[in-house]
Nanobody
Framework: QVQLVESGGGLVQAGGSLRLSCAAS??????MGWFRQAPGKGLDFVAA???????YYADSVKGRLTISRDNAKNTVYLQMNSLKPEDTAVYYC?????????????????WGQGTQVTVSS
C-alpha cells in the first residue's frame, strides 16, 4: 500500500515562496504530480514529473512553480515562487503509472492528504 505524506504548506504573503514536499512509501511510480483545489472550486492540475525528469505545468503556474523529484528518496517537490493570492488552495500530490493524460486526475492511483497553502495580499 502506497502512502503519500505531504508537508511544507503554510501562510505566506504575496510575492513570497514556499516549498512543498511529498514522500511516497512503498513502490515507486513513473509519474508524480501536484493538483490543487481552491475554496469552492474543483481539483486542478498543477504540475507533473516523469521518472526521467520530464516536467509538465499548467499555464497558470509556468515560470513561478517548479516541480522536481528525488528518485532515491521517492519524494517529489514543488518550489513555489512569486506566489499570488489566487494560488491559495489545498495542494495534493498524486502518483501514477505512465504519463499519458497527465492532467487528468482519474489517471492517478494514489493521493496524499493535502496541505493548505494560503497567500495573503
Amino acid at each position: 500500500q502506497v502512502q503519500l505524506v505531504e508537508s511544507g504548506g503554510g501562510l505566506v504573503q504575496a510575492g513570497g515562496s514556499l516549498r512543498l514536499s511529498c514522500a511516497a512509501s512503498g513502490r515507486t511510480y513513473y509519474t508524480m504530480g501536484w493538483f490543487r483545489q481552491a475554496p469552492g472550486k474543483g481539483l486542478d492540475f498543477v504540475a507533473a514529473i516523469s521518472w526521467s525528469g520530464s516536467t509538465y505545468y499548467a499555464d497558470s503556474v509556468k515560470g513561478r512553480l517548479t516541480i522536481s523529484r528525488d528518485n532515491a528518496k521517492n519524494t517529489v517537490y514543488l518550489q513555489m515562487n512569486s506566489l499570488k493570492p489566487e494560488d491559495t488552495a489545498v495542494y495534493y500530490c498524486a502518483v501514477r503509472r505512465g504519463i499519458r493524460d497527465y492532467t487528468v486526475q482519474s489517471e492517478y492511483s494514489n493521493w496524499g492528504q493535502g496541505t493548505q497553502v494560503t497567500v495573503s495580499s
